[in-house]
């Protein structure tokens, strides 16, 4: 089993966009890349801890590829705003891949590379590319928030 740490805004929705592919184990949401220990979402809340709201991921790599969660990862979200993810502003909004190895490392830059040349943004990619710090789980109502409300997007209505 690998291991992959994203940060794209509003961790509840990375969190259902990768939970339930093939390959994908567990999905779970926290915090990385501050400056504290076990911080609290109301800590993170106030952009002074540094940390970025992340889902880590465990994988199968002989199901799914990093390359692919990679594409994943670039398709969800916007990576040319920095700080900010639609209504979701501040720097634990931020977009980040936080690689576990240098061969996550080259192919995290690989494809950033790669998506900058394709000029499907008219602007830069702010993502940050870094390595894996600490993760932090975030409290248990946050895990599976979406799929726990039968919500599949943060702006949708819950099913009935």
């Known amino acids: 089993m690998a291991h992959a740490t994203f940060a794209a805004g509003c961790?509840?929705?990375?969190?259902?966009?990768?939970?339930?592919?093939?390959?994908?184990?567990?999905t779970e949401v926290g915090y990385t890349g501050g400056t504290i220990a076990n911080p609290s979402y109301e800590q993170v809340c106030t952009g002074k801890t540094g940390h970025a709201e992340a889902t880590h991921i465990e994988y199968d790599p002989q199901i799914i590829s990093y390359e692919q969660l990679l594409a994943i990862f670039w398709q969800c979200h916007n990576p040319t705003t920095l700080n900010r993810q639609g209504l979701d502003v501040g720097t634990q909004y931020r977009s980040a891949i936080f690689y576990h190895d240098e061969e996550q490392h080259q192919a995290a830059l690989a494809s950033k590379k790669a998506l900058q040349a394709s000029q499907q943004y008219a602007s830069d990619i702010v993502t940050e590319i870094i390595s894996a710090k600490t993760f932090y789980r975030a409290e248990e109502y946050h895990q599976q928030y979406l799929a726990k409300r039968g919500i599949k997007h943060c702006h949708d209505e819950p099913e009935n």
């Open 11 to 26: 961790f509840w929705e990375i969190e259902a966009t990768f939970d339930g592919r093939p390959g994908i184990l567990t």
